[in-house]
């Protein structure tokens, strides 16, 4: 896991720099990853909301934003990511998924969490669509 960034810095303040939110700076390293690595939700949809792209990957060692928030065990940013779109089955350069960098560094509630998020997304998959909607008539 990367981590060249500063704690003190907010969404504007990227922009201000000329941090694209859309694409990767210092190798590949993007706003978003920074946010998901401090954990930072309010940033993370920001970011999304000014354009960045949830799924892109650094030039590095191939990680997402996703990677970053399970490298650290962030948990309302791995929710935060998924929210916004994140795929849980890009694997990183060493073909390492989101789980796997997590039960990696023993943050065994992120694992559990990325499992959860992808037994619960193949579940709804395979419901009929009428099954999907709750409460329609």
């Known amino acids: 896991c990367l981590s060249d960034w500063s704690s003190d810095v907010c969404s504007s303040d990227l922009i201000d720099i000329d941090m694209d939110a859309r694409s ?3 190798e590949g ?19 999304v909301e000014l354009g960045a792209d949830v799924n892109l990957q650094d030039d590095v060692e ?7 928030a399970a490298c650290f065990g962030n948990l309302d940013a791995i929710i935060a990511l998924k929210e916004c779109g994140a795929r849980l089955d890009i694997l990183d350069e060493e073909g390492r998924s989101p789980t796997q960098v997590a039960l990696d560094r023993k943050h065994f509630g992120a694992a ?3 499992i959860w998020l992808r037994m619960a997304s193949t ?3 395979v419901l009929p669509p009428s099954a999907r909607v709750i409460g329609d008539e």
């Open 24 to 26: 990767g700076g210092m």
């Open 29 to 47: 390293e993007t706003a978003l990853m920074w946010a998901a690595q401090e954990n930072d939700t309010r940033m993370i949809h920001e970011l």
């Open 62 to 68: 191939g990680e997402t934003a996703l990677h970053r």
């Open 112 to 114: 559990e969490l990325l």
């Open 123 to 125: 579940a709804l998959s």
